[in-house]
């Protein structure tokens, strides 16, 4: 016989609880529908950011004693 197939439980990464990763949890890797839209609206309002490096000071193009 063979045997089950475990599933893998992953951390929430909202609310810290445990979550199925799987292809049965719609909301994977959030436990839910709640944390999932939790952290969709913290990416929209800006609350999450991408680290980058700050943009270059503005620079003078062309000749420049027509500055």
Known sequence: MAE???QKIVTCPQCGGDSVYAPSNVYRPFC???CKN???GAWASESFRVPTEAP???QVFGDA???
Do not use: A, G, M, V
Request: no cysteine; aromatic share 0%.
């Open 56 to 58: 270059p000071d503005d």
């Open 38 to 40: 939790l952290d969709l």
């Open 65 to 67: 004693k027509l500055q």
């Open 4 to 6: 089950p197939i475990s």
């Open 32 to 34: 839910s529908e709640r």
